[in-house]
């Protein structure tokens, strides 16, 4: 997922941060001696496998080749980070937007995904909590530039081959929810870091049972 994105929203960095790892036995002396000459060559550069980086450019590509994904990412800001100050709490926040539509205030959130159907990627943005991360970052950019953003919009795009890629905008309902949500973990944080208090898991014994497709 972390090298897709690279590929994807910053092509730039993926051609002169990342390095293929060459084929060589490491098990013989000149394949160490290879690996070695290899690791100090590509210091500081991310090592990926040939074939890694074959799923990594195949994805990119059937991002690009998406005509709604393609609109959306031409010329769109990447990688923006904000920081600001959150009105209900005063809990310091921030985040790193994945793309910003600025002509249209639009937020992108590219996340690859095993089932890209808009049934399945419903399931993961509730087990996720990406309606949570839309409405921090929808609040983000209004704190940050005055605008509110017109949508939050999703491109997601399947890490198995071939790849499809579908373009969802966040409903209205969806990010209430998402910021209900947020405002509340906002509340308990800010009251467990004045309290010095973390909760966890009880102190108390519990009794646990199995759960029903287990008990016969």
Known sequence: GTLAHLAILEPERW??????????DRRTKAGKEAWAAF????????????EDAAIVESIAAAVRGHRGARALLHEAATEVSLEWRDDATGMRCKGRMDAVAKHDDVIIDLKTCQDASPASFTRAIANFGYHIQAAHYL?????????RP???IWVAVESSAPHGVAVYA??????EIGAE???MALEIIAECTE??????YPAEIQTISLPGWAAF
């Open 181 to 183: 949500k947020r405002a």
């Open 195 to 200: 309290t010095g208090e973390w909760p966890g």
């Open 15 to 24: 051609e002169s941060e990342t390095v293929l790892a060459p084929t060589v």
């Open 39 to 50: 690791l100090e060559e590509a210091a500081g550069k991310e090592i990926v496998s040939a």
């Open 170 to 175: 966040a409903d209205a309902a969806m990010l």
């Open 150 to 152: 017109r949508a939050y």
């Open 139 to 147: 609040d983000g950019y209004e704190a940050a530039t005055g605008v």
